[in-house]
């Protein structure tokens, strides 16, 4: 079976919701919400997901949940903590 890129995208993302590529970006963020929640550090959990720039999870966190992973963690479990 051959089938255009184009037409196995629009295929993805009427299955999911979303392109493969958002769907691939949003699942270490989704893992990186988990253990934030579970008590874990920001820098802890960049480098559990993969990420070791300080800016790259910042970024990426950012912008899939609307605020800094420190932020996010304080919010949810009312701790104190620093950034990624």
Same mark, same amino acid.
């Given at each position: 079976?051959?089938?255009?890129? @184009?037409?196995?995208?629009?295929? =993805?993302?009427?299955?999911? &919701?979303?392109?493969?590529?958002a769907y691939l970006t949003g699942k270490p963020i989704e893992h990186a919400r988990r253990l934030l929640l579970d008590g874990?550090?920001?820098?802890?959990?960049?480098?559990?997901?993969?990420?070791?720039?300080?800016?790259?999870?910042?970024?990426? =966190?950012?912008?899939?949940? &609307? @605020?800094?992973?420190? /932020?996010? /963690? /304080?919010?949810?479990?009312?701790? /104190?903590? @620093?950034?990624?």
């Amino acid at each position: 079976m051959h089938a255009h890129p @184009t037409h196995l995208i629009r295929c =993805f993302k009427q299955t999911y &919701g979303l392109p493969p590529h958002a769907y691939l970006t949003g699942k270490p963020i989704e893992h990186a919400r988990r253990l934030l929640l579970d008590g874990r550090r920001p820098a802890e959990v960049a480098t559990t997901i993969g990420l070791h720039d300080q800016a790259h999870p910042n970024r990426h =966190f950012t912008r899939n949940v &609307g @605020t800094t992973p420190a /932020r996010y /963690r /304080r919010t949810r479990t009312g701790s /104190r903590t @620093t950034a990624f």
